[in-house]
């Protein structure tokens, strides 16, 4: 069985700054994929960064990167220079095993403050 | 290109009743699934398919029936309504091309009282 845990309920960071949203992942798999979304008040899914288990250099995508730490089963989010519009529900997620299924974490709740 | 579309946007159910909520893609992907979201628990996968008329189930499938008769449609049948299936329905898509990443409808926001 795969698992997603982010332990951060939510975050507070200045715009500007960068932030790191934590991902800790468990999966008996050894071709998986990790995927971070963003859900804004809106409510729309968003995908941000996929990170393959096998890559070995971390993804990144404009101001987002992946802080993929394998032998840790971690994926960290970093994102730089936060903007306001940045504000927004952020899920971790991974995809594993013959039948491509998704399991997401709990999510994070990033504010960006002025 | 549509996407992923969803209808309903909004429903409401009294407790007992059943309804189908439609979901359907453009993009000719091969697998498609049902999340639901409730506050505090992200996103749990409902039920999935793999293909038109393959089917099977993920975390959360009780009180819940789905079938594929085409690679585009995938509703999702509510069978007897309870108030515990108030929640956030979302139908997302993906195809092995872009890493199966899933691209998500809109959502249907479903009341059960």
């Known amino acids: 069985a795969q698992k997603i845990t982010q332990t951060q309920p939510g975050m507070f960071v200045q715009e500007k700054e960068a932030v790191t949203l934590d991902c800790t992942y468990d999966?008996?798999?050894?071709?998986?994929?990790l995927f971070w979304y963003k859900q804004p008040s809106s409510g729309e899914m968003i995908f941000l960064i996929y990170q393959g288990s096998y890559d070995e250099q971390n993804a990144t995508e404009g101001r987002y990167s992946l802080n993929f730490q394998k032998a840790r089963k971690s994926a960290n989010l970093v994102i730089s220079a936060s903007q306001l519009g940045d504000s927004a529900m952020y899920f971790c997620?991974?995809?594993?095993?013959?039948?491509?299924?998704?399991?997401f974490g709990t999510g994070t709740l990033l504010a960006v403050q002025p | 290109n549509a996407g992923v579309t969803q209808t309903p946007k909004f429903q409401v159910l009294k407790t007992g009743q059943s309804m189908t909520l439609q979901c359907a893609q453009d993009?000719?992907?091969?697998?498609m699934s049902w999340y639901r979201q409730d506050p505090g628990m992200g996103l749990r996968l409902i039920h999935y398919s793999v293909g038109a008329g393959i089917t099977d189930q993920g975390e959360v499938p009780n009180g819940y029936n789905v079938s594929r008769s085409t690679t585009e449609d995938f509703p999702l049948r509510l069978l007897s309504a309870a108030p515990s299936q108030t929640s956030v329905y979302f139908c997302a898509s993906s195809a092995p091309g872009q890493h199966y990443e899933q691209y998500f409808g809109p959502g249907t926001r479903l009341t059960v009282t």
């Open positions: 999966t008996s798999d050894q071709s998986y994929g």
């Open positions: 993009m000719n992907h091969e697998y």
């Open positions: 997620a991974i995809r594993g095993g013959a039948t491509n299924k998704l399991i």
